[in-house]
């Protein structure tokens, strides 16, 4: 399976995103689909995830209420809308899908991931 995260770009601070991420070679609607962000300097830690039927959706805590993820996987294409941006948002933010098919769990892990795309936050 390849992924193809797109739709980064610099906005400022309280704009808004809308990434996308193309899922190839395998139908996205056999993997829970999660977001990912690695700040300079620092680890890469996870952002979302919506389980592959779209029912089970699990937020970190610093982009619940703002960030909201979906799929369509007519389409093969994953989403994540970003609202209120600010600062700390600032990353590049990658796609990524488990090997494991037809499952989900809020503690995933993933082994498959799209390149990344950047997001620049100016306050």
């Known amino acids: 399976v390849q992924l193809q995260a797109s739709g980064g770009g610099s906005v400022e601070d309280g704009g808004s995103l809308r990434l996308s991420c193309a899922c190839s070679?395998?139908?996205?609607?056999?993997?829970?689909m999660g977001w990912f962000r690695q700040a300079p300097g620092k680890e890469r830690e996870f952002v979302a995830s919506?389980?592959?039927?779209?029912?089970?959706?699990h937020y970190a805590d610093s982009v619940k209420g703002r960030f909201a993820i979906s799929r369509d996987n007519a389409n093969d294409m994953g989403y994540l809308q970003m609202n209120s941006l600010k600062a700390e948002d600032t990353a590049v933010y990658f796609c990524a899908v488990p090997a494991r098919t037809h499952y989900y769990t809020q503690d995933l892990k993933y082994d498959f991931w799209g390149q990344g795309t950047l997001v620049t936050v100016s306050s």
């Open positions: 919506i389980s592959y039927t779209g029912r089970g959706i």
């Open positions: 070679g395998r139908p996205l609607n056999m993997y829970t």
